[in-house]
């Protein structure tokens, strides 16, 4: 069982930059990927980008590629994503979470409290 905390997340104008950091306590070996989800108010959780804890391959959403670069550091058991260039539409709530493969069609862990982003146009 490993928790999962994100940050990061805050107020920023349209064209800004932030950087979200997911840090993991506990074991971190039985997770194969580490997922970015976010939810907006009225729509569906989506995932953003996944990562597997290898580095060996990494997934985005269309909506965010060429935008947002997921990494992690694996002695600091942390996963980042890099958010440039952005846009009112990635106004959500972001979550990491444990997945079996780097598109996280499919997760296992629980969902934590999230950090918010919020752009201003």
């Known amino acids: 069982q490993v928790q999962l905390v994100e940050s ?21 070996a039985s997770s194969y990927a580490v997922g970015w989800f976010r939810q907006a108010p009225g729509k569906e959780r989506e995932v953003v ?20 670069t997921i ?3 694996n002695a600091k058991n942390t996963v980042y994503l890099q958010m440039n260039d952005l846009k009112p ?23 934590g409290q999230g950090t918010q982003v919020t752009v201003s146009s």
Do not use: H, M, P
């Open 89 to 111: 539409e990635d106004t959500a709530v972001y979550y990491c979470n444990l997945c079996v493969d780097a598109t996280c069609r499919y997760f296992f862990g629980s969902w």
């Open 8 to 28: 990061g997340g805050g107020l920023v104008q349209a064209g800004g930059s932030l950087r979200l950091s997911c840090t993991a306590s506990g074991r971190t």
């Open 71 to 73: 990494s992690r550091d």
């Open 49 to 68: 980008a996944g990562i597997t804890w290898s580095g060996g391959s990494a997934y985005y959403a269309d909506s965010v590629k060429g935008r947002f």
